[in-house]
Structure formats: C-alpha cells, structure tokens
C-alpha cells in the first residue's frame, strides 16, 4: 500500500461567503506548500461539463502529501466539509506535466472513486461540450453510483469529474457498457479533443465529514463507505 496521503477535501459555502471562496482560490498556492502536489478547484454539478455548471459554493482541493493536511482558513468559511481519503489503485496520464500519484495497483471490492481531469483544447471545447452531454445524463442513472461532481482548475476548458462508486466493478460497467460513454471514448482519438488528460482509481480509505457536500444520490446506501469515527456527519 501506498504511503501517500492522498485526500480529495470538499467545502461548501454559503451564498454570503462565495467572494471569500474567490479570494482565498486567488491565493490557493500559498495553502499548499506543505504537499508533494496540491490543486484547488471549483466545482459543477456535473450535469452538463460546460460554462454554465459552476457551482460557486462549493469548492475542492486534491492533495498528495506525507502527512494529512487540514485547510483551516477554508473550514472557517464552510457551512459544510468533507474529506475522503484515498489509496491511489490506477492512475494513466499527467496534470500539469505530472504523474501526481504513485498507484499500488491493488484490487479492492469495496467503494472506489474515479478522478477525471483534462485539458481542453480550444478549437475543441465546443464539439467536446456537445458530445459529452449525453454522458452526463448516462451517468446520473448507472447503478452503483453514489455521488459525482464536476471539478476543474478555470471555469471554461479545464474539465473534470469526481465520482463515488460502490465498487470497481460498476464503474467499469458505466465506462465500458454504457452505450454513450464507450461511443466518446472511441471518438477521443480521432477528435483530438485533449491538450492534457489523466484518469485515477482510487480505493476509499476513509470519508469524514458530511456527505451531501459529495452530491450522495442515495440515502440508503451511506453505509458503503467507511466513515471516520472521530468526526460525525453534521
């Protein structure tokens, strides 16, 4: 197993405070000189991957350290936080010319999470919009999905997804069974549509905190997840 701390953070703010959550995104790097590789990152839903899915009250950070990592002056504007700790298990690609995490290439039956990050190129962006469409809405119905939000580093061209599986073997059922999902990923040679593209399995480690700041899809299955003992839900 991997000695990385890798930890997805998620905060979600109130109205009142989303220029707070700007100017403290202004000045993200200051916050992660501690780590081996940080980003912060706004967030969307997830429904359509474009311009208009912004959600600007909440925010994410994804780090890989030695040591956990708490960011106080982001906890102190949040109504609501989470933190789900990660073992990488694959990862294929590079985010800013990095291989940021050291995969251990472990099976797992429990939940993982699936990171997608990509670089759009700008001639693309717009056929790239177009297409994925029909993927978002695949998506919100696959079976074994807890929770899934869009990330990126800009809100136009810096695309990415988070998503919460109840295991490795539902997600591969979306990627590889879901007819709109296997249709882009047989396009994305052809159609060019990445300057930068990484793709990341994680195990879950541990989930604190409260979990509809993730966007859980089902109440019913909170107890797939191991949750940290020492910090209830609110």
């Given amino acids: 197993m991997s000695d990385d701390q890798v930890s997805l953070h998620v905060w979600r703010v109130p109205r009142r405070a989303v220029g707070s959550a700007m100017l403290r995104m202004a000045f993200a790097r200051r916050h992660l000189s501690a780590v081996r590789f940080g980003k912060f990152l706004g967030t969307g839903t997830g429904s359509t991957f474009g ?41 294929r690609g590079s985010w800013s010319g990095r291989s ?7 099976k797992t039956d429990g939940p993982v999470v699936a990171l997608t990050r990509a670089r759009l190129r700008p001639a693309r962006a717009l056929r790239f919009w177009r297409a994925i469409g029909p993927v978002a809405r695949e998506l919100t119905a696959a079976p074994g999905l807890l929770a899934r939000f869009g990330v990126g580093e800009a809100p136009v061209g810096w695309q990415g997804t988070v998503s919460v599986w109840r295991s490795t073997a539902d997600l591969t059922a979306f990627a590889y069974r879901q ?56």
């Fill in 51 to 91: 311009p208009g899915d912004t959600d600007l009250t909440r925010w994410a950070a994804i780090t890989v350290s030695d040591a956990p990592v708490r960011f106080p002056v982001w906890d102190a504007i949040a109504e609501r936080q989470a933190r789900i700790d990660l073992e990488p298990l694959v990862s």
């Fill in 100 to 106: 940021p995490f050291r995969p251990t290439g472990r």
């Fill in 179 to 234: 007819p709109e999902h296997r249709a882009v990923i047989a396009r994305t040679p052809a159609d060019n549509w990445y300057a930068e593209e990484l793709f990341a399995r994680f195990a879950v480690r541990e989930l604190a905190g409260d979990r509809t700041v993730l966007g859980w899809m089902n109440e019913n299955l909170t107890d797939e997840v191991p949750a940290d003992e020492e910090q209830t839900e609110r």
